[in-house]
């Protein structure tokens, strides 16, 4: 619409409130300003503003208000979730962890509770147990579910070491959930390369800061693993810690972070190989691979077979380039400004794209929160049976009443 105004396809805006026009005051007094300089009149449906002094300060004193109200309801639901952890009530957390079943409040007479998923339970014990009093590696871990065939919660039977550090360093499962062990703020973007399977540069970087023990609260939840059993998987995970940090020396990698694989897109990283096995005294030489041809980390089956590469090699081609480049530096200021477009095009495309997904999130909460009531008997097979048809037929797009049952 702000494009549209500047090009003088709009004359008039309706809006129906100042409070719907921008979220924050300075955005709407932004926005004002712009639609008055382009020549479009704002007509406020809930109050005429006829240009004069007294009206202007009443839809700026509307805009105050409305942002002040705004981050009111934001800061009193933070509150409300930290007063029920307080309190030792799990309606603090808005999800449970693996092995429990989340029963909001309207299904639990009023009080919502972690459940135990029995068959997740024996999951989450076998893990520690693993790792704990058998000490096998988080991997021999990820290989051993998967041969068993275990879901994760999402229906995958990939399980990721990343997974099994989180679960058994999580003390809900000896009966302590923790609320408010982390917080995220907004941070500069850090990435040196795209991720593995997002193309676009993250847009709005938050970053996950831990807040110190003294500040979190328990809230109490069934226990599943015996503190003992927890306790050893800890020795075992710091173990596993320390054994890692006594490998990091060696020599830094010019492009580490950098460089990553044409043809699966995973990372290459770096990596030492001796000159000569016998006499180890002669060096090493240095390559570049790619992550995805070991095997070891895909469960026994590499997903890629490009080749390595000399560090010496890759590195001074690297350099060559980057050298040729800065002879000429309208070739730098040209890919600057096509980067520039692009990034602005995957802003617009990426926008439609986020709200598609969001809106299939929110069919499948729907979906699994009609499933719980029939199976907790709320719902009758005669009621059950067309809703979720309708949800399952509800198209990406369509707007439906899903989110708000
Ligand atoms: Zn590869």
Redesign the pocket.
Known sequence: MRDAVATGEIERVYVLAPDRLARRYAHQVLLMEEFHRAGAEVIFLNHAIGGTAEDDLLLQIQGVIAEYERSKILERSRRGRRHAAQSGLVSAFTTSPYSYRYVPKALGAGVARFDVVPEEARVVRLIFAWVGLERVSLREVCRRLQQAGVMTRRGSTRWYAATLGGMLTNTAYIGRAIYGHARYVSGPPKLLRPLRGHPDPCRRPSVRVKVPREEWIEVPVPALVDAAVFEAAQMQLQENRQRKRASWTGPRWLLQGLTV?R??G?AYYGKTAPQSKRDPAKGVYCYYR?S??DGYRFDGHAV?D?LQIRGDYLEQAVWDRVRALLQHPDRVAGEYHRRLAQTQAHANRSEDVLQLERQIARLERGIGRLIDSYAEGVIEPDEFQPRITGLKRAEPGSKSSVGRQ
Do not use: P, V
Request: some cysteine; aromatic content about 12%.
């Open positions: 694989c043809r699966c995973y790619c995805g041809t890629c490009n």
